[in-house]
């Protein structure tokens, strides 16, 4: 556990949340996660997790590191391009859509960052001191000691990170799916409710990638 010094809110200001990611850097490796598609009408949800070193998070604060969600799908490739070729610790994991339907959607994202993150300490050799969850809820049967923050995804580099590895991997295959599914053009839409792809479920109906109980009220 940290020590009573340490005060660790899911509610931070921008400066308050570095100082205190300044603090869990000091006591050793701090890893970062987060997911895409959890809003998605069809497809799986994917989460990441993502290590980095000092050196490494200022080479992409150079290249403009941020949210995924405040980038172009080109920027985040270039970021995703640029974090490989530094050799940025990833770890990536889907939950499927069996899960996400058995299970509820928060729970199969919990259960992908959960995997992510644990495949990432194995793989790597880190036992970190921290990991840091965007959102409120903790992921469970994680045995390291988790900081929940709301925005971490723009407020900490390496949540950031782990968002632009989420997204772009999701979309990459979303991309693929649409060879297999033209009529619902994901390779557009990446599976998100918009008014288009509504209108084709109207028409057509789902797929067998469709997240059934997303997609009861358009039925």
């Known amino acids: 556990m940290f020590k009573n010094d340490l005060i660790l809110s899911s509610r931070s200001e921008p400066d308050e949340a570095i100082e205190q990611l300044n603090n869990l850097s000091e006591r050793g490796a701090v890893i970062g996660t987060d997911e895409a ?21 200022k080479i992409l604060t150079r290249y403009k ?4 969600k405040r980038l172009t799908p080109k920027g985040r490739e270039n970021l995703f391009a640029v974090m490989n070729e530094i050799g940025v610790y990833w770890r990536a994991s889907m939950g499927s859509i069996t899960r996400i339907e058995r299970d509820n959607i ?7 960052m959960g995997q992510s993150v644990k495949k990432l300490a194995k793989n790597f050799n880190i036992c970190p001191v921290c990991v840091i969850v965007d959102g409120t ?3 469970p ?3 390291f000691q988790q900081w929940n923050l709301i925005r ?5 580099p390496v949540v950031s990170a782990a968002s632009i590895v989420a997204k772009v991997i999701r979309d990459r295959l979303m991309i693929r799916l649409d060879s297999k ?9 990446k599976g998100y409710p918009t008014q288009a792809h509504r209108n084709i479920i109207k028409l057509i109906g789902l ?3 469709h997240r059934e109980s997303f997609c009861r009220k358009l039925l």
């Open 137 to 139: 809820e903790r992921i």
């Open 37 to 57: 598609g959890r809003g998605a009408l069809a497809g799986p949800v994917v989460a990441a997790a993502v290590y980095l070193t000092p050196e490494q998070e």
């Open 152 to 156: 971490a995804d723009n407020l900490i």
């Open 141 to 143: 049967d994680l045995n």
């Open 207 to 209: 797929s067998s990638i």
């Open 181 to 189: 599914f033209p009529a619902y053009k994901f390779a557009k839409n």
């Open 65 to 68: 590191l941020r949210d995924s």
């Open 106 to 112: 928060l729970q199969a994202s919990l259960w992908a």
